[in-house]
């Protein structure tokens, strides 16, 4: 079938048909021409309409296969149907889309225009039209409008605050997130309050202006953090992301970006970083804190030419109060010491706290005369003195002070602390309770001191002491009936006397060492006496409060016996009255202990101390040694003789033997033999 008919184009010579068939089968679109009846029954459909639907024209034509009706889509009939029916009676053209059933199974959106035709005496009205396939149009559309509405979506539900803004300040738009974050109950409320967002919202205008800056150098920004204003005038931390948006033409349109609320984080960073420099019992400065500020005034001392102070506080007898009520109420009164040396100092002083019962005061801009510093300082000790309430009891401390000046004390930060230190131990020594300014006298002899130390602990690994048995004799006829062993040092520069090395010893941690050199080497001696087939010597060694408080102390003596086979009975145990002092529970047990053993127990230096008399009638010792300061006073007369009559008189009762230390004259010989004294 010719599809040109002449019912559908009847021109003048076959140039103007050939022309027309040549045009249409350029076209991508089905041109058609069908009957306004119940299928709308095709009379003209043109090539394009195998590539349309995929059915070819002649299985259209007068509905022959199948009717245009039957392939559009059953959903979009009754709308096409309408669409056409509307025009038609309004005597418009048409123009809608909708979709077909293509051959293949698959479903096209066709975009269809067309009209009715000019009204022929005794034909059926027609309607002319072409449509064209627009799948891949719509699929574009449709994907760009599902796009824009996640976006959307992602835009009104995100997390983070969203933005768009004007290049010289002003809000576009802006998401409900960043909304809240700002304080606002809306977008529209956030945007409507904004003339000027560098003076408005943050803090310091200049971060804006660093923030605009960026974005013009390097067309983005990231991680931008800034402080700014909630509605309610509360500061917050942002953290920013933004670009710059251009046209093709590259002009600036606006700019957009995200807002991330950090201030919970920024919080965090600044807590952990309080931390790290603060004491967290009194949250004053700590030592690493400390040690930066007096490093920042030495490299300012040049441009001042101010001294400052380094004063290092330290409170005495907080042990006691700590062991007895417990840490609870030791931090407590920490915290309340903090509080008051912090009313004492000056603006601009700083009060650190390097740990345990430890102050440090950095007090910048003293003078060398030290007046107002002892002022000062004064009022730290009056401070600290005052009764202090812990738990419903009464406490009164004391503190001891040791002061270091810049830049004569020393030139950086450890060495004046360590010299402050120093005169502290200088203070307590004095008797606690005062201060103490560095001299270079005392550094001497603390360097003295350290020496001192080096050379012990040397000398400990070199085995070299040497041992000295003084003998113990009976007042009454001179015989020989103990001894005592003393140990002694013997130096390049001479002997060191015990009374300067053995306090050394105690308080840097070599008096065990030291005193299982010397049981060691006494138990040898007796064994070595006895295998001379010397008469049994018992002999007394001295134990330190350090080492009586050892948990091993007993059970180390007696396999020291046993190791070179010597009678317990050989050894007396000397014991000061420092440690009768001490933990009464654990004293009885090492006392019971030690007598289990066989061994013999001596209270030595008697008078020096507590002296405490319910000790002497409970412990069972065998001999108690009287102090040779008593001693010395024998020659006095007067009270002292009577004291001594009554206290040998007093041991005896308690079946206590009686020494007698440090008996240098014949004076004094007689008048201990008159009152009856056992052994000088």
């Known amino acids: 079938m010719n599809m040109f008919n002449h019912n559908f184009y009847s021109g003048d010579g076959i140039e103007r048909e050939q022309l027309l068939e040549m045009l249409l089968s350029e076209l991508d679109c089905m041109v058609y021409r069908c009957r306004n009846d119940e299928h709308w029954t095709m009379e ?69 225009r067309g009209g009715a035709l000019p009204a022929v005496a005794g034909q059926p009205r027609m309607i002319h039209g072409f449509i064209q396939d627009i799948t891949q149009r719509h699929l574009q559309q449709k994907a760009l409008s599902e796009a824009e509405q996640r976006y959307r979506s992602i835009f009104e539900n995100a997390n983070e605050g969203i933005f768009q803004t004007t290049v010289d300040g002003h809000y576009l738009e802006v998401n409900p997130a960043l909304a809240t974050i700002y304080g606002y109950a809306s977008p529209g409320e956030l945007v409507g309050a904004f ?124 042990k006691g109060i700590n062991d007895t009520m417990g840490h609870a109420a030791g931090d407590l009164l920490i915290r309340e010491v903090a509080k008051r040396l912090l009313r ?83 203070a307590k020594e004095g008797g606690r309770n005062n201060y103490q300014f560095f001299t270079e006298e005392f550094n001497r002899a603390v360097m003295e001191n350290h020496e001192l130390e080096h050379q012990l602990r ?20 001179g015989r020989v009936v103990k001894a005592e062993a003393l140990i002694r040092w013997q130096t390049e520069r001479g002997f060191v006397s015990p009374a300067r090395f053995i306090p050394i010893a105690e308080t840097v941690g070599l008096i065990e060492p030291l005193g299982d050199w010397v049981l060691e080497t006494v138990c040898r001696q ?9 008469a049994p010597l018992p002999v007394s060694i001295n134990i330190s409060p350090r080492q009586f408080n050892q948990p091993d102390l007993a059970s180390s003596i007696g396999s020291a016996l046993h190791r070179h086979g010597v009678d317990s009975a050989l050894l007396e145990i000397e014991i000061t009255e420092n440690c009768l002092a001490r933990d009464r529970k654990k004293f009885l047990h090492t006392l019971a202990e030690m007598r289990a053993l066989g061994l013999r127990l001596a209270i030595d230096d008697f008078g020096s101390g507590y002296s405490n008399m319910d000790y002497l009638k409970s412990m069972h010792f065998s001999s108690l040694k009287i102090d040779r300061a008593f001693i010395a006073s024998i020659e006095e007369g007067g009270k002292p003789r009577a004291l001594y009559r009554a206290l040998i008189s007093l041991a005896h009762n308690l079946s206590l033997v009686v020494v007698a230390e440090g008996v240098e004259t014949q004076r004094q010989v007689d008048f201990l033999c008159d009152i009856g004294c056992d052994l000088i």
Request: charged share 20%.
């Open 458 to 477: 040397h000398a400990l690994g070199t085995n070299s002491f040497e041992m000295y048995y003084q003998p113990i004799v009976e007042a009454s006829t």
């Open 195 to 318: 003339d000027n967002i560098a003076a408005q919202l943050y803090v310091d205008p200049a971060r804006r202006a660093a923030f605009i800056e960026l974005l013009k150098r390097n067309d983005s920004v990231v991680n931008f953090e800034s402080q700014v204003f909630r509605k309610d005038r509360t500061i917050i931390w942002i953290s920013e992301n933004a670009r710059v948006v251009r046209d093709a033409e590259g002009t600036v349109l606006y700019y957009e970006g995200t807002v991330e609320d950090i201030t919970a984080r920024k919080n965090y960073e600044q807590r952990i970083a309080h931390q790290a420099t603060h004491d967290v019992l009194t949250g004053l400065p700590n030592r690493a804190l400390l040690i930066e500020r007096i490093e920042l005034a030495i490299a300012e001392a040049p441009k001042t030419g101010a001294c400052f102070a380094v004063v290092f506080v330290d409170l005495d007898h907080f």
């Open 526 to 534: 007796l064994a070595e006496w006895s295998a001379a087939g010397m």
């Open 44 to 112: 003209f459909v043109s090539n394009g309409c195998l590539q349309l639907t995929g059915y070819r024209p002649e299985q259209l034509l007068g509905n022959a296969t199948l009717s245009y009706e039957s392939i559009t889509h059953e959903a979009d009939r009754a709308y096409v149907r309408a669409a056409v029916n509307e025009a038609l009676k309004q005597g418009t053209t048409f123009s809608l889309e909708y979709r077909l059933l293509h051959a293949d199974g698959s479903t096209k959106w066709v975009w269809e």
């Open 344 to 426: 004492c100092v000056r603006e601009g002083d700083t009060v650190a706290r390097i740990g345990g019962d430890e102050f440090v005061l950095l007090l910048p801009d003293v003078h060398d005369d030290g007046g107002s510093l002892s002022q000062l300082i004064e009022r730290v000790l009056a401070a600290v003195r005052r009764p202090c309430s812990i738990g419903g009891r009464q406490f009164t401390l004391g503190c001891s002070i040791g002061i270091s000046l810049h830049p004569a004390d020393g030139c950086d930060a450890n060495t004046l602390l360590q010299h402050a230190d120093m005169a502290m131990y200088q």
